[in-house]
């Protein structure tokens, strides 16, 4: 059974930092895409970052330049660090895998969500 499960949540002031971790189980995602996404109250879902399997990323305008995507292969998993936090960028994160190994910002293109991670920035 494939599972995604993201851990690093959690409660920070604004200008803080976070490193959310995605740890894949079940299969190996060596050579596949991986993506953040996050959900805002109130708001849909929406793409932050997109790492492919050569290390390649892709990012959000909202957090370029503020977040890093990175991935572990012999780890099977995936980070998000999160600089420069902002009260707008309180959500729950989700971790997802593609079957493809190309970066997709889409949420059609992956295939496996982890259940979410809930990052909250106070001002």
């Known amino acids: 059974q494939v599972q995604l499960v993201e851990s690093g949540g959690e409660l920070v002031q604004a200008g803080g930092s976070l490193r959310l971790s995605c740890a894949a189980s079940?299969?190996?995602?060596?050579?596949?895409?991986m993506a953040w996404f996050r959900q805002a109250p109130g708001k849909e879902r929406e793409f932050v970052a997109a790492?492919?399997?050569?290390?390649?990323?892709a990012y959000a305008r909202s957090v370029k330049d503020r977040f890093t995507i990175s991935r572990d292969n012999a780890k099977n998993t995936v980070y998000l660090q999160m600089n420069s936090l902002k009260p707008e960028d309180t959500a729950a994160y989700y971790c997802?895998?593609?079957?493809?190994?190309?970066?997709?910002?889409?949420?059609?293109?992956?295939?496996?969500w982890g259940q979410g991670t809930q990052v909250t920035i106070s001002s």
């Open positions: 997802a895998a593609s079957s493809t190994e190309r970066i997709r910002i889409t949420q059609g293109s992956y295939d496996y």
């Open positions: 079940g299969r190996t995602f060596s050579r596949n895409g």
């Open positions: 790492i492919d399997w050569l290390g390649e990323s």
